[in-house]
């Protein structure tokens, strides 16, 4: 079956603007993770939504950072006012996340350069 | 919060020898250690994951191990082939239930030499 997708592949930004990134999880997936990865280092945990609940916020880096998913399937991540540190590549992952499915897909991420 | 650090930063192994890669975390609650693989440009994948009430786990030519008092887990590969060479990344995590938030370590590049 598919696997997590994201749009768009690549964005290139001037430092003040907002911009949208997008996350495709896997049908029928109740978890969905971002992640940011900055050249060379590992990922940083940004947010996660589970079902129903109340997403767990505690990773975002600052106010400017703020993610939705709507009808428990798609996500956005949205950066406003975005600033040159912001540069990295933003994954999501979802998993099924129920029993001892725990297992994160990985999409191939965002790769956001802010000039 | 969970730190995870990971040694080394880069291993060069000859193809055929193994190759160990080593990650200690902080917080004596997690119970989930998954490692992924990935390659240049490419999504990271799960490679081979282990739960606190294992010590050991083996797929193939992986294995890895967990040390709960120590605090530590280590990924091993064996007869290390060309295909092999990619960033490593252990994490670990509290499994709830409720979510898998995964603390990741720094990445080990593995290149395996002709």
């Known amino acids: 079956g598919a696997g997590v997708s994201q749009s768009p592949s690549n964005k290139v930004t001037e430092k003040g603007k907002d911009v949208e990134l997008r996350c495709d ?7 969905l993770y971002w992640y940011r990865q900055s050249l060379g280092q590992g990922l940083e945990f940004l947010i996660y939504f589970q079902g129903n609940s109340a997403p767990d916020k505690s990773g975002l880096p600052s106010d400017r950072f703020s993610a939705e998913r709507t009808g428990g399937s ?9 600033q040159q ?31 | 919060g969970e730190n995870v650090e990971q040694h080394p930063s880069t291993l ?30 490419k999504r990271p994948q799960l490679i081979i994951d282990i739960r ?14 967990l040390n709960k008092t ?17 960033v490593y990344f252990c994490a670990a995590s509290i499994l ?11 990445g080990t590049q593995l290149k395996v030499e002709l």
Do not use: M
């Open chain 1, 74 to 82: 798609v996500s956005t991540l949205t950066i406003q006012r975005t």
């Open chain 2, 70 to 86: 120590a605090k530590h887990f280590s990924l091993h590969i064996t007869e290390t082939q060309p295909e092999d060479s990619a």
């Open chain 2, 12 to 41: 060069s192994v000859q193809e055929g020898d193994s190759a160990v890669i080593k990650c200690t975390y902080s917080d004596s609650a997690s119970n989930y250690f998954p490692w992924y693989k990935q390659e240049l440009g």
């Open chain 2, 52 to 65: 606190s009430n294992v010590g050991e786990k083996k797929d193939q030519r992986i294995a890895v191990t």
């Open chain 1, 25 to 31: 999880p896997i049908s029928g997936h109740t978890a």
């Open chain 1, 85 to 115: 540190e912001d540069s990295a590549v933003y994954l999501c992952a979802s998993s099924l996340s129920s029993g001892n499915q725990e297992t994160q897909y990985f999409g191939p991420g965002t790769r956001l350069l802010v000039l």
């Open chain 2, 96 to 106: 709830t239930g409720g979510g898998n938030k995964l603390t990741f370590g720094t």
